[in-house]
């Protein structure tokens, strides 16, 4: 994941300026997730800030924020979209595989467009801590660059396939990703509500629930 954050460590400003590609499915994870006053947000590959943005807004009352990145260029510019949205958010520049925080040290946790990027093994251990740092009944906001079920799935992987090999160099990433569902549920968590988005590119969005203990 080293050449992953280089990379977008390089491109921070471009990414910037295509968060609001990815804004619609922001809204709808935070909609979604119906966060609380007072509880506690960690946003894992935070980026630019554009999904704990969209939770403060959300609920503007809400407790700590915590936005975690290796870029440290990407946490620099988030700065921006969590003005005047959240009196004191905390930046954490760390591996999404091993973030140094406390076990059960909060109620809402964010992965907004990383997993698909990553091999499998490690998609599972950023979702792994994801569930160590949820509090019992805490819940956890996924969103990826998704593949919908049925034809219109299969349709739409082939034409990113396309995309993607003649693509002016080439595509970031695995491409759409498929049984987001089920990796959430080989660790424990409970799909509370799932939505597929469409836009320049199909996002998927899971809000799963930690068990109460």
Same mark, same amino acid.
């Given at each position: #994941? ?40 960690? /946003? =894992?590959?935070? %980026? ?23 870029? +440290? @260029? #990407?946490?620099?510019?988030? &700065? ?8 004191? +958010? ?11 925080? +406390? ?17 499998? &093994? /490690?998609?599972?251990? *950023? ?15 996924? *969103? ?13 992987? @082939? ?5 993607? @090999?003649?693509?002016? %160099?080439?595509?970031? %990433?695995? %491409?759409? #990703? ?12 409970? =799909?509370?509500? @799932?939505?597929? =988005? ?6 998927? *969005? ?8």
């Amino acid at each position: #994941m080293d050449d992953l954050a280089a990379f977008f460590d390089d491109r921070a400003r471009a990414y910037d300026r295509q968060l609001w590609l990815e804004a619609p499915a922001l809204r709808t994870a935070a909609r979604l997730a119906a966060p609380a006053p007072g509880e506690r947000v960690v /946003d =894992i590959a935070a %980026g630019t800030g554009g999904m704990a943005a969209a939770v403060a807004r959300r609920q503007p009352r809400i407790g700590s924020v915590v936005l975690v990145d290796a870029a +440290p @260029r #990407m946490l620099a510019r988030a &700065g921006r979209h969590l003005r005047g949205v959240h009196r004191s +958010p905390q930046w954490l520049i760390a591996d999404a595989r091993d973030i140094p925080l +406390p076990t059960a040290s909060a109620d809402l946790v964010s992965i907004a467009y990383l997993l698909h990027l990553l091999d499998p &093994g /490690d998609a599972s251990t *950023v979702v792994g801590e994801a569930v160590r740092l949820l509090a019992p009944g805490g819940r956890l906001i996924v *969103v990826v660059h998704g593949c919908p079920p049925g034809r219109v799935g299969a349709m739409y992987r @082939r034409c990113w396939s396309l995309y993607a @090999r003649f693509a002016p %160099g080439g595509a970031v %990433g695995r %491409g759409p #990703m498929s049984g987001l569902a089920g990796l959430l549920e080989t660790h424990g968590l409970r =799909i509370a509500a @799932r939505r597929w =988005i469409p836009g320049a590119y199909v996002s998927e *969005v899971v809000i799963a629930r930690a068990s109460v203990g």
